[in-house]
């Protein structure tokens, strides 16, 4: 498991100077803006994590914000099989439909109100696509969370869930994807302390989420526009909340459509490289060579396509960066 959680008190970031007028007792917050990266041939996405001054949340080490996108004379999304380790990614789909197939055999389609989450433990291999018939829009996140030391050399896993917990919150919805709140608790296997939630409600819903304080949280907008604690948000950016907050509030704008994801600050440096996230370069060089010779990570299933390569190695060695984006190592 993660090492002890920091007290809150103890966390200083160093965009602390960021902090917008708040009082110096109160936790730290800090809109971070996410970038366009592409992704396969024909998709792009809004990349929120990592970030250079923010790398996770919790154990959240990357988030992609997709669409919505027009894809109805498109192929939709792309993504020919390619390696994971060290994680576990979590698919949610607001519109469209993608196949996920693996190399535990698997042939899944998710579908909006749908939850895929995939362990990769020492090593998977994974395609997702658009199925040739599918929905015009496409819209959905996919995040990865960094397992623990105590899991990343476990056996991979795959879960699709049908259906997942909702609660209410004042006028809000909450869908709990992974974790709990407001009574509801997903039924999604995760390794550290964490919370993934979609809040919805119509113009003027308002409701205040109670928080763990020993979490850090992050809060995005997947559409429409919201006032979250003293921060007005919209698509685009990450709005990352410091640890030792108890409760948020929140008020929806036209077309609301929030993510929160939560978690006890993770412990471990990472090096995240492609599509691996290991503890050291040489977690990295191995993870690349295994997939290069056709080792460890198996077929995945039903999928012809030609695999993704891995990019060449740098020539500098891979650097374990903290939370915080300190390098170590
Ligand atoms: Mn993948």
């Known amino acids: 498991m993660n090492a ?57 080490c990357f988030v992609d914000h997709f669409g919505p996108d027009d894809v109805a004379d498109r192929p939709g999304m792309r993504v020919p099989p390619h390696p994971h380790i060290g994680l576990q990614t979590v698919t949610w789909l607001v519109a469209g439909e993608i196949l996920h197939r693996d190399s535990l055999g698997n042939s899944q389609s998710i579908r909006p109100g749908q939850l895929n989450v995939m362990t990769s433990g020492r090593g998977i291999a994974h395609s997702e696509n658009s199925p040739p018939e599918h929905p015009p829009s496409m819209h959905g996140v996919q995040l990865w969370i960094a397992l623990p030391e105590s899991a ?134 191995e993870a690349r060579e295994d997939w290069a010779a056709g080792r460890r990570y198996g077929t995945v299933f039903d999928d012809p396509t030609p695999v993704l390569a891995a990019p060449p190695m740098p020539t500098t060695r891979l650097k374990a960066r903290d939370r915080n984006g300190v390098t170590s190592g």
Do not use: K
């Open 4 to 60: 002890a959680v920091p007290l809150p008190a103890q966390i200083r970031p160093p965009f602390t100077d960021e902090q917008p007028g708040g009082s110096p007792a109160e936790p730290a917050s800090v809109l971070l803006p996410g970038h366009d990266v592409p992704l396969g041939r024909y998709t792009t996405v809004r990349r929120l994590l990592p970030h250079r001054r923010r790398r996770m949340v919790g154990a959240w």
């Open 152 to 285: 990343r050399h476990g056996a991979p896993d795959f879960r699709h869930h049908a259906e997942i917990p909702t609660a209410r919150l004042g006028d809000l919805t909450v869908d709990v994807l992974v974790g709990s709140l407001a009574g509801a608790r997903s039924p999604a296997v995760v390794h550290s302390p964490l919370l993934g939630t979609q809040l919805t409600g119509p113009e003027g819903a308002a409701g205040s989420l109670p928080l763990d304080p020993a979490y850090e949280h992050g809060v995005l907008a997947m559409s429409g526009t919201a006032r979250v604690g003293d921060a007005d948000l919209a698509p685009g950016s990450l709005l990352y909340l410091e640890a030792g907050r108890t409760e948020l509030a929140v008020t929806a704008g036209p077309d609301c459509r929030l993510l929160l994801l939560g978690g006890e600050p993770f412990a471990d440096p990472l090096v995240m490289w492609w599509n691996f996230v290991g503890r050291t370069h040489e977690d990295i060089v």
